[in-house]
């Protein structure tokens, strides 16, 4: 899944969400694929929403104006390219 969210012309740094015990794991793969990303960790098992509102926070301060994408790491995408048609930004129509 990271290497379909690590276009810098598409998306900003990835926020990953992981529980206490695969934070090591989660950042050597990280460091594995040349990855730099954030890691937020969630309080408990399967009780993600709060550590996702943190992640949201986070990406909030960096630039309030983002659009935050929150997705799962086993999602398969068997169309990369639609996938990132879809990520593109679209110009806001205004009047």
């Known amino acids: 899944m990271l ?8 998306f900003a ?6 529980k206490v015990d695969f934070r090591f794991v989660a950042a050597e ?3 594995g694929r040349g990855v730099e990303a954030d890691i937020v960790l969630e309080p408990m098992r399967r009780h ?14 960096r630039d309030h104006n983002v659009l935050v994408l929150v997705l ?22 205004g009047s």
Do not use: W
Request: aromatic share 2%; proline share 9%; net charge positive.
């Open 29 to 31: 793969q990280l460091r």
């Open 3 to 10: 290497t379909r969210i690590t276009d810098p012309e598409l």
């Open 48 to 61: 993600s929403g709060l550590a996702v509102t943190v992640a949201a926070v986070l990406a909030a301060e």
């Open 72 to 93: 799962e790491a086993d999602h398969v995408i068997r169309k990369p390219e639609e996938f990132r048609d879809t990520c593109r930004p679209r110009p806001r129509g």
């Open 13 to 18: 740094r990835p926020i990953v969400i992981t």
